[in-house]
């Protein structure tokens, strides 16, 4: 594949797009050490499209997650969320709108010492300061909305539990259930499914996209063969590029070969 001519089909999504969209990238670069982690990036995500991220390691798959989050800034181009940019937004306005987005990191920032109902109800929170989220954090308490979460993550027993003596798969579902708490209207998460076995990672997937008020969702995956059931549209990585852009249905093995190949 040539890192020039990017398979897109304009159906995978961002020519369809009629409302106002959630998450948008203009000709976005991040600079990281001496080359470049993402390398003039456009990209459109409309409400209630589920994107996987697929793309060899070093793609720059988490840079792009953390600039949709509002989590890191570019270098050159802009950032919009729900139509608006984010460098020409006063401090509160930026938190306002970002605190509408759910995110999940690859190492899932969970508290480890506490109790999983802790870890829940930070997802109340939002995006507030360090001191006062960790002051609600220890004096949350287990009220019917966390217990209703912890159910539908199939984790209703490990309310009290500690979450450091929790399994991979368990702690994942612990950060699903804190994403249902916030009520985000779109959930981008990096590696979801990485550490999991493949049915305990389609549940996870599939929480993930109910986690979504708008069921917008945008998820790097490390194995590409999920990213043909529960996702509408697929934009593969490749160099800091987007290097293809198609529904599911199109993505062929030849073209996964050519996205992970060797240098
Ligand atoms: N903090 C950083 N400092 C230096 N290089 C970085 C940093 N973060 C990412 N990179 C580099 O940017 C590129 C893209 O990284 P990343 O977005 O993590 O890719 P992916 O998630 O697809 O594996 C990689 O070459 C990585 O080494
Ligand atoms: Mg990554």
Redesign the pocket.
């Known amino acids: 594949m040539s890192g020039l001519r990017p398979v897109v089909d304009g159906t995978g999504g961002s020519a369809l797009c009629r409302s106002a969209p959630v998450f948008e990238l203009r000709g976005v670069t991040v600079v990281?050490?001496t080359?470049r982690?993402l390398d003039e990036v456009d990209l459109v995500v409309g409400p209630g499209e589920r994107v996987a991220l697929l793309?060899?390691?070093?793609?720059?798959?988490?840079?792009?997650l953390a600039l949709l989050s509002g989590a890191t800034d570019p270098d050159t181009g802009a950032v919009l969320l729900f139509g608006e940019d984010l460098a020409r937004l006063a401090h509160r306005r930026r938190r306002e709108l970002t605190a509408r987005v759910g995110a999940l990191t690859q190492d899932l920032d969970l508290v480890e010492h506490v109790r999983v109902l802790h870890n829940v109800a930070a997802g109340r929170l939002g995006r507030i300061g360090l001191g006062p989220a960790l002051l609600r954090l220890l004096t949350a308490r287990a009220d019917d909305e966390v217990r209703e979460v912890l159910a539908r993550v199939d984790l209703p027993w490990a309310l009290h539990a500690r979450t450091q003596h929790l399994s991979g798969g368990e702690r994942q579902r612990v950060a699903v259930a804190r994403l249902l708490l916030q009520r985000a209207e779109a959930v981008l998460a990096?590696e979801p499914a990485s550490s999991l076995d493949p049915t305990t990672a389609r549940d996870v997937l599939e929480l993930l996209r109910g986690s979504a008020t708008t069921g917008t969702t945008v998820v790097?995956l490390h194995q590409p063969s999920a990213a043909r059931h529960t996702f509408t549209r697929v934009v593969g990585?490749r160099r800091?590029r987007v290097a293809l852009d198609l529904p599911p249905g199109r993505l062929t093995d030849d073209l996964l070969d050519d996205l992970y190949a060797r240098a």
């Open positions: 990281r050490g080359h982690a793309g060899p390691s070093g793609a720059g798959k988490s840079t792009l990096d790097s990585l800091g």
